[in-house]
């Protein structure tokens, strides 16, 4: 499983959007394995355009590959949420904001 992690992006929703169509979703897309996108934290008003993002990203990759994220600027939560996800085969579209 590959890993992208997306920087601090606008803290406007509409912007981060924006920017992350133009910047990531490329690199996103031409991904050949499963991946974890990881997103810097962000407020609740940031979940429906990354949730959106990762649901439509997976349906481009399906069924050979899948599409998960998170949010989170810990290294051992992203590594758990990756294991985990490496661990769930049927498990692709979801958006996670990591606690710890």
Known sequence: MKTLRIPALSDEPLDAAACFQERWLSQARSCDDDLLLV???ADHTHRNWR???VQ???REA???RRVNAVASNNDAAIGE???YFAEAPGVTGQYLRLAR
């Open 62 to 64: 399906g069924p050979r």
């Open 56 to 58: 439509e990203l997976a």
């Open 51 to 53: 949730l959106a993002a």
């Open 39 to 41: 997103f810097s934290p």
């Open 81 to 83: 949420a990756k294991d």
